[in-house]
């Protein structure tokens, strides 16, 4: 079966995982990875994410490409940031987010797990000037 949105069609060559409704399509890429995470409408990480990981905020970087839909991004102290595609994103630990609208928010990420805000230097939200 074919799908008729590339960005949603299935993917070779991944590891496909689910949780809490997010759909993660994982592939590594030399010391990294490339990820196609896709937000569901409605979704908001300290709604659905939040009590299966069990820390009071997301404490992942996120780097990538916002390819579909709308991401709202809050931070502890206040300061919130909209990404809306097609948009480049950066979004540091620490932070709650959400689906804004009816439509799945479709990401394209590159991480390093657990190194991801060293190599990319995202160690602390600081508000924008």
């Known amino acids: 079966m074919t799908h008729s949105d590339p960005l949603l069609a299935p993917m070779t060559n ?12 994982v592939a590594p890429a030399g010391t990294g990875r490339i990820k196609r995470v896709v937000y569901p409408a409605g979704f908001r990480w300290s709604t659905h994410m939040q009590p ?16 579909r839909g709308q991401v709202h991004v809050e931070y502890p102290d206040g300061c919130t940031e909209e990404f809306l595609a097609p948009q480049v994103i950066t979004i540091h630990p620490g932070h709650d987010a959400w689906v ?6 479709v990401l394209i990420e590159v ?19």
Do not use: W
């Open 14 to 25: 991944t590891d496909r995982r689910e949780v809490a409704g997010v759909q993660m399509d």
């Open 52 to 67: 299966i990981v069990g820390t009071e905020r997301c404490m992942h970087a996120h780097v990538g490409f916002l390819a």
């Open 100 to 105: 804004v609208g009816d439509e799945p928010a």
């Open 111 to 129: 991480d390093f797990e657990a190194e991801t805000p060293q190599l990319f230097g995202l160690n602390g939200h600081r508000h924008r000037t």
